[in-house]
């Protein structure tokens, strides 16, 4: 238990995010306080602590300015150094992405590389000496920030399309997404793909009127596949943009079949997830996903050689030991996918395994799991190409997408790197639109939950309309 006080509210939130990733590393039960200022250009940092008598730390950082924004960017990224290597003192504990909190650490990495100028050294000396980030975890996201180089987009005129089915078979237990269980929600279904239809319409409209080219569409769930055959074929039907990556997040094994199969070729996919999320029958009951092994084995069956597959697993899912997950990724190499994506479980708000307090903060066996599963990969011929961090994860670690050469997913790389405009349909689709000279990102969100997207169509077809326009 950390008790955090900081003079000033402004940077509180990520503040408290960096301390609270401390609390899952160590048993330590001391007091922080942290006061702040600037004068004459420099930024001046002063930490307290009880853990020892008269315990006091200042940090003396060199500031500059140009406007309000770059003020408290720079404010932030002092104050978390300053109370990260105050922590690592006081507890013995180092984290392996140091004082990093945010989602996407390759982002991050590329805007220090073309920003040496302001930073005065190299995006690998500021995340090793500045930030604090291990030299393992530099090396990742420096191979994944050179194999994304070529396929980043370097064009104005593209842009991807996101579409969003939120059903599902059953909720998983480690799920808090917009998503909803099919058995509860099949009135639902028909209205909502109706409205998916004329959103969708109006998608291609605006694509024509633009002149843009598609680089990816991406159609997400839920498990999009869990509409069956009939409704998927009237929704990707519409799906029809002319782009080279067209990927369908099938998802859940137990709702691919031959006919399923039949309507994504039909319409041109190219690309499809098949998300074991672990070969173990105890664990796959124990976190509600009802399919069996044997449907995983044999969904991949129906889909190898038509389609590029991804598979998804999860380390430190309830119950499972290290041999239980290497056992995972040992099947899933076996398989041979396209794409292997290996998740570190976090605890969202809203589900199960939060509401039932399952406590993943064993750090010594995420960390080996994840390190398992990046040398077994590695020696198989994939290579880490996107990678993202979140909140409350497995001893403060990330997920990363493995590729087999040349079968990378730009629509991943996409939204992680965020350097591409996304039109979005579907409940909770949030549109982003990227403006490169300003390196500026503007967003419009639709309604999150489907019965509201349904009830506020025209509300929301008028306000894409407008943001587009």
Not at 114 to 119: G, K, M, P, V
Not at 284 to 295: A, Q, S, Y
Not at 363 to 372: G, L, R
Request: glycine share 6%; charged share 30%.
């Amino acid at each position: 238990m950390i008790d955090f006080k900081v003079s000033k509210q402004e940077h509180q939130n990520d503040l408290a995010e960096l301390v609270r990733l401390f609390e899952g590393a160590t048993d330590e039960c001391l007091a922080l306080e942290v006061d702040y200022e600037n004068t004459d250009k420099a930024f001046t940092v002063r930490l307290k602590s009880d853990k020892y008598d008269g315990f006091r730390k200042n940090f003396y950082f060199p500031f500059g300015a140009n406007d309000e924004l770059s003020r408290k960017r720079v404010e932030k990224r002092y104050l978390k150094i300053a109370i990260y290597r105050t922590l690592c003192f006081l507890t013995g504990v180092e984290l392996p992405y140091g004082c990093l909190t945010g989602i996407r650490p390759t982002k991050l990495y590329s805007e220090i590389q073309n920003d040496r100028e302001n930073y005065g050294k190299s995006a690998r000396e500021v995340f090793l000496n500045d930030y604090g980030v291990s030299a393992e975890k530099v090396d990742l996201v420096e191979r994944i920030v050179e194999i994304q180089r070529p396929l980043r987009n370097k064009s104005d005129k593209e842009r991807d399309v996101f579409v969003f089915i939120p059903f599902c078979p059953t909720r998983c237990a480690y799920c808090s997404f917009v998503s909803l269980p099919l058995d509860r929600q099949k009135k639902l279904v028909e209205p909502y793909v109706e409205c998916l239809i004329r959103e969708l319409e109006q998608t291609r409209a605006l694509i024509r009127r633009k002149r843009w080219k598609i680089r990816a569409v991406y159609v997400g769930g839920g498990t999009p596949t869990s509409i069956g055959a009939d409704m998927l074929d009237r929704v990707l039907e519409h799906c029809h943009f002319k782009a080279k990556e067209f990927t369908v997040e099938a998802g859940r094994p137990d709702t691919i079949d031959k006919e399923i199969i039949e309507v994504l070729l039909k319409h041109g996919v190219t690309r499809i997830s098949v998300n074991p999320q672990t070969f173990n029958a105890q664990t796959l009951e124990r976190i509600g996903r009802r399919h069996k092994v044997g449907d995983t084995v044999n969904a991949y069956a129906l889909a190898k050689g038509k389609l590029d597959i991804n598979i998804d697993l999860i380390a430190m899912l309830p119950g499972e030991s290290f041999d239980d997950f290497k056992f995972s990724v040992d099947t899933a190499v076996a398989l041979a996918p396209e794409n292997i994506t290996v998740h570190t479980l976090y605890i969202k708000k809203g589900s199960a395994l939060k509401l039932d307090g399952y406590d993943n903060t064993d750090c010594d066996t995420a960390a080996k799991m994840v390190d398992y599963a990046y040398k077994k990969l590695c020696a198989a011929g994939y290579a880490p190409y996107y990678m993202y961090r979140q909140k409350y994860t497995s001893g403060n670690l990330e997920n990363v997408g493995y590729s087999k050469p040349g079968k990378e997913c730009v629509y991943n790389i996409d939204i992680m790197e965020e350097d591409t405009s996304i039109i979005a349909n579907g409940a909770n689709g949030i549109s982003k639109k990227f403006e490169a000279d300003k390196n500026l990102i503007t967003r419009c969100a639709n309604y999150k939950e489907p019965l509201e997207y349904v009830k506020n169509i025209d509300l929301m077809l008028e306000r894409q309309k407008e943001f587009w326009k």
